[in-house]
């Protein structure tokens, strides 16, 4: 089965700094990644995604490239706020079945 | 408008007693997905509907498992004889059509077995 893996697990920024969280997959079927926000006490938020067919997509301060030959995908958050400090969970889907990763715990320091 | 909802918020029973764990999706969403998440990890897929078939079961992790969405709308997660390995957030989330949608998640149900 599918397998993701996601790095750091925990990433401390100053206000104003970029963020870069990365994840690979085993499965090179799957094609859909989209990334997720949690907040404390909530259930995960779509922030992002990414399907097979593209390299890149950006939204205002969040984008996400994907490297299919290396079965790699990254979130990058830049000039980082406050309200961004949460825990993101990649994910790699193949026909309705998503993999997560296990999280990455991201502090922005004002 | 309405989000997912999921009943009951938190559940706390006996080793032994069977559960049943309800969600309610967005309105019109054909897909529904079950996941588990232990504290500290993302979710775990278990299962998902597209209208009221069960398109993939593969997460369940043993026949005590298993979910229902008879009507195509809401859907019944059942844990028989649940067990303390069963104690854990279980999730549920809808999209509007199909496995590439947005996943919508509710808010969960905190399952305590004692």
């Known amino acids: 089965g599918e397998n993701v893996e996601q790095h750091p697990s925990t990433l401390s920024v100053q206000e104003g700094d970029s963020a870069v969280i990365k994840c690979t997959y085993s499965?090179?079927?799957?094609?859909?990644f989209p990334w997720y926000k949690q907040e404390l006490g909530k259930g995960p938020q779509l922030i992002i995604d990414?399907?097979?067919?593209?390299g890149e997509k950006k939204d205002q301060r969040i984008a996400v490239t994907l490297n299919k030959t290396a079965k790699h995908f990254s979130l990058h958050i830049t000039e980082t706020q406050p309200e961004d400090s949460a825990v993101y969970f990649c994910a790699a889907s193949l026909a309705g079945k998503s993999t997560f990763g296990d999280g990455t715990t991201l502090t922005v320091k004002p | 408008g309405a989000g997912v909802s999921q009943s009951p918020r938190y559940k706390v029973t006996k080793r032994g007693q069977d559960v049943a764990l309800r969600c309610d999706p967005i309105s019109g969403h054909v897909s529904l997905y079950w996941y588990r998440q232990a504290l500290g990890q993302g979710p775990e897929f278990l299962t998902y509907f597209n209208y009221e078939a069960q398109q993939d079961k593969s997460g369940l992790p043993n026949d005590r498992f298993s979910a229902e969405r008879p009507e195509g709308s809401i859907s019944t997660l059942t844990i028989q004889r649940t067990e303390q390995r069963d104690s854990a957030m279980y999730r549920c989330a809808s999209s509007l059509k199909g496995a590439r949608e947005t996943q919508y998640f509710g808010p969960g149900t905190r399952l305590l077995v004692l």
């Open positions: 990414i399907r097979s067919n593209v």
């Open positions: 499965d090179s079927a799957s094609n859909y």
